[in-house]
């Protein structure tokens, strides 16, 4: 469900700092190693900067399905590729099949796919930056 809040810019700013220290932790990290969790952190970091953007719009999502409204919302309002959302929506699924089924990626997944993650997450974290005073 998305609800309208007051817009929140330190919000933004300390979800935009956690995302980055989950990041430089990733950097770190033998991520071919752990897959599940790189996959899990990774996921993380894009939720945290799409939650920052939508802070400072002044939009919240709660409830049931609010992961895959914010996605959806997040690459509607600012017109990101629709195999971009459809790629989110995967990763959702994969985070939430890890976390509630014990599944696990494997290595090549997280080789295929980590620098197209990570051009994803620049891409969101430069749209922050529209909002800035």
């Known amino acids: 469900m998305k609800i309208k809040i007051t817009p929140?810019?330190?919000?933004?700013?300390?979800?935009?700092?956690?995302?980055?220290?989950?990041?430089?932790?990733?950097?770190e990290t033998d991520k071919n190693k752990y897959p599940a969790n790189t996959l899990t952190d990774y996921y993380d970091v894009l939720h945290k900067v799409m939650e920052a953007i939508t802070s400072i719009e002044g939009l919240k999502f709660k409830?049931?399905?609010?992961?895959?409204?914010?996605?959806?919302?997040?690459?509607?309002?600012h017109k990101q590729d629709e195999s971009i959302r459809i790629f989110l929506?995967?990763?959702?699924?994969y985070r939430n099949r890890i976390a509630y089924e014990g599944f696990t990626v494997t290595d090549d997944y997280i080789k295929t796919n980590s620098d197209k993650i990570e051009t994803i997450i620049s891409t969101l974290t430069v749209l922050t930056n529209k909002f800035k005073e």
């Open 8 to 27: 929140d810019k330190a919000k933004a700013k300390s979800l935009l700092e956690m995302a980055k220290i989950t990041l430089e932790r990733l950097k």
């Open 63 to 77: 409830g049931e399905g609010a992961h895959q409204e914010l996605i959806d919302h997040i690459c509607t309002a």
């Open 89 to 93: 929506q995967e990763l959702r699924e």
